[in-house]
């Protein structure tokens, strides 16, 4: 299966196939990164564009690329680069793309992963765009339920929080469906999933797709429970965002009538969806979740540039 040149933007890019291969590829990194890393990518060069703020996107893909043996160059914020100066996405992606073998990028407008993939000739990896998608962060939660649940088909699963504005719930909902599992959208009304959406998946997927304000009505059937953070910074007006503060959160109590091998994610950063009480429970398994962005990003990368 080579995926050597290609770019990552949306999961649709890729078929079915593509994706369990970059899971399957993945197990194999995560024991060579257990061994401390290898020499595959010596000599290669990833840069990292990041107009938006991340922790463990960013600091997972150069990870992952200084435990293969490659270097990172790149930016966080635009402060200090010549986009201050006013120039554009595609000039700064046709100057950058002289410099490195890949290029991770995030930023706040949507579809500006796919434009800066058009404008260059190495891969582009979308680390973001806006609230629309962020594929690599999907491949690394379908590998942790992967790794947890061993399937995805019949699972049923929660998403919670901001359906609207949450890039990672559409990413994610788009390929939980493709792959089989049950959808339970559990979101305050002003944080919906937008319906064109919802109907689309329905439509495209045929798969069981509940929608439910209140995480307390379901708690009892998931399997799998992905809580998100209001995104605080896409809400156009503040006022709005004051209204749904702190309207739903995740607490141990609430767990009581879970069941035994229920899973809670969370793609972090977490503000207050999840009481701290809960971080010590089984069923918590989110700090793990971000490790296995390592593994992960190692398969994209070893894919996208050597063709493993
Ligand atoms: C998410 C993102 O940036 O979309 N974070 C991440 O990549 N792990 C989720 C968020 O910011 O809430």
Request: a positive charge.
């Amino acid at each position: 299966m080579n995926l050597k040149g290609r770019d990552i933007i949306s999961l649709d890019d890729l078929s079915d196939g593509q994706i369990l291969y970059l899971l399957k590829k993945a197990e194999e990194f995560e024991k060579i990164e257990e061994r401390g890393g290898c020499e595959l990518l010596k000599g290669k060069i990833l840069a990292t564009l990041f107009f938006e703020p991340s922790t463990r996107t960013r600091l997972s893909f150069e990870a992952a690329m200084h435990r293969l043996g490659g270097r990172v160059i790149g930016f966080s914020g635009k402060e200090g680069t010549s986009v201050r100066k006013g120039e554009n996405l595609a000039d700064t992606i046709r100057t950058v793309e002289n410099y490195c073998d890949a290029i991770v990028i995030r930023h706040p407008v949507e579809g500006s992963a796919k434009l800066a993939a058009d404008f260059s000739s190495i891969p582009v990896i979308n680390a973001g765009d806006g609230a629309h998608l962020h594929p690599t962060q999907t491949l690394l939660d379908l590998y942790t339920i992967k790794k947890e649940k061993k399937k995805f088909q019949g699972l049923t699963v929660a998403l919670v929080g901001d359906l609207k504005y949450g890039r990672t719930v559409h990413s994610l909902s788009k390929a939980l469906a493709r792959f089989d599992a049950n959808l339970i959208l559990v979101s305050p009304e002003q944080l919906r999933m937008s319906p064109e959406f919802v109907s689309k998946l329905k439509r495209d997927y045929h798969v069981e797709i509940k929608e439910e304000t209140k995480i307390e009505k379901v708690i009892k059937e998931i399997d799998v429970m992905y809580v998100t953070r209001i995104q605080r910074e896409r809400f156009p007006d503040l006022t709005e965002f004051e209204k749904v503060k702190g309207l739903y959160k995740v607490t141990s109590l609430l767990l009581k009538n879970a069941k035994e091998g229920l899973i809670i994610m969370h793609p972090l950063p977490r503000v207050d969806e999840i009481s701290p009480d809960v971080d010590k429970t089984r069923h918590a398994i989110y700090f793990k979740q971000a490790y296995y962005g390592i593994p992960v990003r190692m398969a994209i990368l070893a894919c996208l540039i050597k063709g493993e």
